[in-house]
């Protein structure tokens, strides 16, 4: 799960997916990072720990990391939140069949139309409220394409 800071949408992102795939009982591995080295160590923003908090998920122990070469080679898949993330991270890497490990996240649940999870960032607590159910939607049906794959 891919954002700018990887202290808002990726985090919630990555809390997410944990919770579905532990209730699915789907053994995947599932990390977060940014596209930037803005908040490298840091915890997620307040108000992406307390929406997802309100929601039954623990956010406060993930810690800001930047995306690398590596991770494309660790990780099967890649959901970028918006296209400047997809630019940035498909930049990372030269070989095609790495660059299209990325994905927009909301082509899983509004397919083929490029939507973006907006940056909460700079706005008020209904921003997160959003991207809480933007992302909570997406990963639903991420939980079922890997349901259907291990079947
Ligand atoms: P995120 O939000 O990409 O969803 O983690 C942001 C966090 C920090 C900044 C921008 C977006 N920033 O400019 O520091």
Redesign the pocket.
Known sequence: MV?????????MAEGILKQKAEKHKLAIEIDSA?T?D??IGDKP?KR?SSTCFAKGIDISNLR?RQLCKADFDEFDRIFV?DFS?YENSIALVNEPEKQAKVEMILNLSYPGENRS?P????GGDEGFEQ?YHLLDNACDVLIEQIKNEES
């Open positions: 954002c700018l800071g990887n202290i808002c949408r990726s985090p940014g930037s803005y908040h923003d992406a800001g939140m993330n999870v940056d909460p960032y700079f991207v």
